[in-house]
């Protein structure tokens, strides 16, 4: 768990067959996730069409998916996505593709990470 002044963040992990790293559980939301290089962190609520919108933004940019992870807090409730892509993203792709995926205002999407994993 990380704390600012202005927010808290806590996210879990384990080792899988000893040597790789899975996320468990983002900001107490549970699902099972591989790290990968670049990976796109959604924050939205669960409800119908967002993962066909994302799909379609994500594709219309032009960006591959690899992985799609998703974990929800209840039925209609705050859900998160971690979507690993093969290609880098950029500011562009993620205000305009990515970002436009049927989310509810003060929901977000961000970046990861984008650096090699050893």
Known sequence: MVETERRRREVAGTLFGGDKPRLVSVEGIALEAE????????????????????GNALGAAA????????GRAAP?????????VDQTLTPPILGHGAGSAQRDPGQSVALLGQAQLR
């Open 35 to 54: 790290l990968g290089r670049n990976v796109l962190f959604v924050r939205n609520s669960d409800k119908p069409g967002f993962i066909g919108a994302l």
């Open 63 to 70: 960006v591959n998916i690899a992985t799609f992870h998703l």
């Open 76 to 84: 209609g409730g705050e859900a998160i996505a971690l979507v690993e």
